[in-house]
């Protein structure tokens, strides 16, 4: 059965600092690996789908890297924001399961 | 991508009272899923909602306790019965699109709905 773990829980940096949020999962049978977005109260946005045939995924100022050997993923953020801050979620989708969630990454970009 | 739209947002009910949380996407899907996301926790599957056929339920959830309809392929609803502070949850649906050149899908979210009980 798939497991998903986030580090680290919860990061707080300066404004204008690059990041790294890390995804690692126990079965590297996926076939996709999804990164979210999600504002306190609010819904899941999402942010970047790495194919398993893929290696990244680019989107403005986000890098989603995916290594299935390893079990891990890491989404990078450059030049952080203030609006940046928000929990970040992976999600693995395996074959034969449902996707299965991290607990998340509490990111605070502070002014 | 899919839009899809919950209601109600938000709603603070009595113990021991029912609500039905509607879904509705904007384009036909054959996969709906309902998550339940509990204050500091990540998201938990309840069921998947079969277009249908009875929905089918994760362990830990009930059909009696969590009912879901899905008369046709771009609405479903959730109702949370006889409800405990416990239930105090965002209760968020979702889908899964398929992508236009391969199998690999995708999964797009509700606003979610922030239920409190009382």
């Known amino acids: 059965k798939q497991e998903v773990t986030q580090i680290p829980a919860a990061l707080s940096v300066p404004e204008g600092e690059n990041l790294v949020l890390n995804c690692s999962f126990t079965?590297?049978?996926?076939?996709?690996l999804q990164w979210f977005r999600q504002d306190p109260g609010k819904g899941l946005t999402s942010l970047l789908l790495?194919?398993?045939?893929?290696r990244e995924q680019t989107s403005g100022r986000l890098n989603a890297s995916l290594d299935k050997s390893s079990g891990r993923s890491t989404l990078y953020i450059a030049a952080s924001q203030p609006g940046d801050s928000a929990t970040y979620l992976c999600?693995?989708?395996?074959?034969?399961?449902?996707?299965?969630f991290g607990p998340g990454t509490r990111l605070s970009v502070l002014p | 991508s899919a839009v899809i739209s919950q209601k109600p947002s938000r709603d603070i009910c009595q113990r021991g009272t029912s609500l039905t949380i509607q879904c509705q996407v904007d384009?036909?899907?054959?996969?709906m899923f309902w998550y339940r996301q509990q204050p500091g926790q990540s998201l938990t599957l309840i069921a998947t909602?079969?277009?249908?056929?009875?929905?089918?339920?994760e362990s830990g959830f009930v059909i009696d306790k969590f009912p879901i309809s899905r008369p046709n392929l771009t609405f479903s609803t959730l109702t949370v019965s006889n409800m405990s502070p416990e239930d105090s949850s965002i209760y968020l649906c979702?889908?899964?699109?398929?992508?236009?050149?391969?199998?690999?899908?995708?999964?797009?979210f509700g606003p979610g709905t922030r239920l409190t009980v009382l």
């Open positions: 079965d590297s049978a996926i076939y996709n």
């Open positions: 979702s889908v899964e699109l398929a992508g236009s050149l391969s199998s690999y899908n995708e999964q797009f």
């Open positions: 909602a079969n277009q249908g056929s009875e929905a089918t339920y």
């Open positions: 999600a693995a989708g395996s074959y034969g399961q449902n996707f299965v």
């Open positions: 790495i194919q398993s045939s893929q």
């Open positions: 384009s036909q899907v054959t996969m």
